[in-house]
């Protein structure tokens, strides 16, 4: 375990090694960029050269690759130029903003749909099954983006009934969350619960449950003390590569309720040509999913003893 | 006023009433160039209404509303520094309800007085004197004199410090205190567009010792009569009424504003309003106009204005170096359509020469017309009888851009030209702006057409995206920017017209009309064509 713990960590390190070098070389490369971000589309060719000079990108690449990493192992991630600030001061906060966002998401639809997937499972083909499959494939089939257009027309244009951003700009609103979240919800459920289905379906064929309906055990004893932790297995490593798509893949529900978390961070910081930003962004969103595959393995491993590690 | 009078002001003047009396200059016309010249506005919208016996007021102060109120408003939150810096008129709309511009240009289109309360031009206008307001303060109590104007134009004239009023007062070879409220502009060359691009949203004047005190907006005072109290990067801006001092304009009905930077998507912007989140918007596209139409307790605003964009030929680069394939791509355009497909009619079909019919010196020419046979001829004589491979590059946002691309490139086909349109997120397209050999560009609204011209067209100028030389449309622009006289101009201009579309260097596909919306709490509001807003005028109805 030790030896597969220490080959994770250090495959990890050599990702994000190899990810911050060809981001430094893709962003880096034109300084040019840099320059016109900083001083404006309108800016002459000179003033951008002083620019560049006064601030030390007209040095060797090699050079500033090594200062940014020495920086951003210390917890420097440099400036943000689009806001104008420490990129820390403006990651930290956007992060736990879509870190709550995924809490709520997932403290909602976690449940939900393992127990969707459940019931759907333990009754393969029957009306329960077939209705949840369906509701599934609907469901997860709508991109977000038409699920937050058609949700935004319904509660915010038509009735009323709820704010039409997510921006939390007089603090945390509950109101401001529901949208946001129905959206996220909607979305993945359907995949969780189709994935549990079929975990807990394979699960109901296997001998052993067969075995133990035919001793005479009570069905609910069946499911739950036999069943259940078997069918999860694979629904847990489903959960946990969803932080990952929670973390990056939310821009399009974040831009369209403007709401600041880390996918609209990064979309902005790319859309801006923000290199200390995306730069920083990317190394996270690298750390995320790595860190949560190897977490996923881990889990694996422990959920399912008969994986063995050398 | 009698003649001698005016002629105090300007020597100009007198001829132009007389232009107003024979009915040969229009009343907009009229207030523009005299108010240009110094006079005063009250003078002469009095004298416009004692003319054409029509009661013309100037723009005056909502009158209505709670004193007190806050309104909130949807707009990207940029990160702010220093206004000369400024390059999107969202930061400077932050930075005018603190640091003011000397002069004003209002959604009539018409540039007045503001900071300094008059001014006169001698009689080449080479050399503009202006008259600073003497009841105007800093926020930290100092008088605001005639050497604040000057630090700043000494800042704007080092093209080290990187501000577009480098370019854009090309011709002042610098500014002198001529007394504590008095500051003479010398010019190397006539300039009639000095208080123009004094309104510019880049030109509000900052305390002389800002650049000493950090040149950081947020740690200076302003001569506005709003100042700072919260401000965090792509999430908000707000702003009180200053507490120090009255502001020289008097008692402001508006107490606050709060500014709410809901990202870049159209859509967050209408739901905020429309949920009543905010008051008003920045913006809102061409697409949304029909919805906001659509819900009654929105209100629509509208304006005409200058703003456009050019799909410019590099005319060295190749195949665009030949004049025969640019007036070819020229010829396949129908520029009404293009405005319908595009843009949903919402403006003014263009005419391929940058001068817009709201423009003072605007001259009407015959509209450029469609015609494939010309275009196939002309690329056969180029040398492209079997078809041609081009591409043009254009930004993703805002989409009125890259549609249009797209209409173009379908008009272009039946021609035999195949436009491929490359679409690039907009800090890859502006690193290179001036560089690609076919680009669409987008220019904001100026209030004179020889501005533009200036900016875009003359040799070797930095903004100069064509790469565009021509000695004789130079010695005409240089013509134009000294002619006073409206007619004079016009007929200078026609030429220059004549010249853009001759040399087929750019189509200009449309002027846009621009819109945004409110709901019904905000008086005084008023759609500049800028977008530049005009706090001290609004204020909010209690409900």
């Known amino acids: 375990m030790i030896v597969f713990l220490a080959r994770r960590l250090v495959f990890m390190l050599l990702t994000m090694l190899a990810v911050s070098i060809i981001l430094f070389a893709m962003l880096e490369v034109n300084v040019e960029s840099i320059a016109v971000r900083v001083l404006g589309a309108y800016s002459t060719d000179t003033q951008r050269e002083i620019w560049l000079e006064a601030n030390g990108y007209l040095r060797p690449i090699y050079v500033r690759y090594i200062e940014w990493l020495g920086n951003f192992l210390v917890g420097d991630f440099g400036e943000s130029t689009r806001f104008n600030t420490r990129v820390a001061d403006i990651l930290w906060p956007r992060l736990g903003n879509t870190g709550l966002l995924a809490l709520f998401t997932f403290g909602i639809m976690i449940p939900i749909s393992l127990t969707l997937g459940v019931f759907a499972g333990m009754r393969e083909g029957s009306r329960t099954d077939r209705s949840i499959t369906f509701l599934s494939v609907i469901t997860t089939s709508v991109p977000e983006f038409a699920s937050a257009v058609l949700l935004s027309f319904i509660f915010v244009f038509w009735l009323g009934l709820l704010p039409g951003t997510s921006g939390f700009t007089d603090g945390f609103s509950l109101r401001e969350m529901i949208l946001p979240v129905m959206v996220l919800i909607i979305y993945d459920f359907g995949y969780v619960a189709r994935m549990t289905r079929a975990s807990m379906a394979e699960v109901m064929q296997s001998p052993y449950i067969r075995t133990a309906v035919l001793k005479g055990l009570p069905y609910r004893r069946v499911v739950m003390r036999h069943a259940l932790r078997n069918a999860l297995i694979a629904p847990f490593t489903v959960i946990v590569l969803q932080i990952n798509w929670l973390l990056s893949g939310v821009i399009v529900v974040e831009y369209f309720f403007a709401y600041k978390g880390f996918g609209a961070l990064l979309l902005e910081a790319a859309l801006n040509n923000d290199v200390d930003l995306i730069q920083a962004c990317a190394m996270i969103a690298v750390i995320v999913a790595v860190g949560t595959q190897t977490i996923a393995d881990i889990g694996y491993t422990y959920l399912n003893p008969r994986i063995r590690f050398t | ?543």
């Open chain 2, 1 to 543: 006023m009698d003649k001698k009078e005016l002629a105090s002001v300007h020597v100009a003047l007198p001829n132009l009433v007389e232009q107003l009396e024979k009915g040969r200059t229009t009343r907009r016309d009229f207030l523009r160039t005299s108010t240009l010249l110094g006079l005063s506005a009250t003078a002469a919208y009095g004298i416009a209404g004692k003319i054409t016996g029509e009661h013309f007021v100037a723009p005056a102060r909502a009158q209505q509303g709670t004193p007190g109120g806050t309104v909130r408003i949807s707009m990207n939150v940029m990160e702010l520094s220093d206004p000369s810096l400024a390059d999107w008129s969202q930061k400077s709309n932050i930075y005018r309800a603190v640091n003011e511009p000397l002069a004003k240009i209002g959604a009539d289109n018409i540039t007045r007085p503001y900071l300094a309360e008059r001014w006169e031009a001698n009689d080449d206008l080479t050399a503009w004197t202006f008259h600073l307001r003497q009841n105007a303060t800093w926020s930290n109590g100092d008088a605001f004199i005639a050497d604040d104007v000057v630090a700043n134009i000494e800042k704007w004239l080092d093209e080290a410090h990187g501000s577009s009023n480098y370019s854009r007062f090309s011709s002042l070879e610098g500014a002198e205190a001529i007394d504590d409220h008095t500051v003479r502009f010398n010019l190397s060359s006539p300039d009639l567009a000095v208080p123009e691009s004094l309104g510019d949203y880049p030109a509000l004047i900052v305390h002389r010792d800002f650049w000493n005190n950090g040149g950081s907006f947020l740690d200076n005072p302003g001569t506005g009569p709003f100042q700072m109290s919260d401000y965090s990067v792509a999430e908000r801006a707000t702003l009180a009424q200053r507490t120090d001092a009255p502001w020289w304009g008097g008692d402001v009905l508006l107490g606050g504003i709060d500014i709410i930077d809901h990202g870049d998507d159209p859509s967050a912007y209408l739901a905020a309003l429309a949920s009543g989140q905010v008051d008003l918007l920045y913006e809102i596209s061409a697409d949304q106009v029909a919805a906001v139409r659509g819900m009654e307790d929105l209100e629509l605003y509208e304006t005409v204005t200058g703003q456009t964009g050019v799909a410019r030929f590099h005319v060295t680069s190749p195949p665009f170096d030949d004049p025969r394939v640019r007036r070819a791509i020229r010829a396949c355009i129908d520029h009404d359509v293009l405005l319908e497909l595009a843009f949903q009619n919402l403006g003014t079909p263009g005419e391929d020469h940058h001068v817009a019919p709201i423009h003072p010196e605007y001259a009407e020419l015959p509209r450029p017309q469609q015609d494939y046979d010309l275009a196939r001829s002309l690329l056969a004589e180029a040398g492209y009888a079997d078809g041609l491979d081009i591409e043009i590059n254009c930004v993703a946002q805002p989409t009125w851009e890259p549609n249009t691309c797209q209409v173009i490139a379908e008009m272009l086909r039946p021609a035999g030209i195949n436009l491929n349109v490359n679409i690039l997120p907009g800090g890859t397209y502006w690193d290179r702006w001036t560089d690609w050999p076919f680009g669409f560009t987008s220019w904001t609204h100026r209030p004179l057409g020889v501005q533009v011209l200036n900016l875009a067209y003359r040799t070797g100028v930095p903004w100069n995206e064509t790469n565009y030389s021509n000695p004789e449309f130079d010695a005409l622009l240089d013509q134009a920017n000294a002619t006073l006289d409206l007619e004079a101009r016009r007929a200078i201009t026609e030429q220059l017209e004549q010249i853009i579309q001759n040399d087929s260097i750019i189509i200009q596909p449309y002027w846009r009309a621009i819109h945004t919306a409110s709901n019904r709490n905000i008086n005084g509001f008023q759609l500049q064509p800028a977008r530049e807003f005009d706090f001290p005028v609004w204020s909010m109805s209690s409900s």
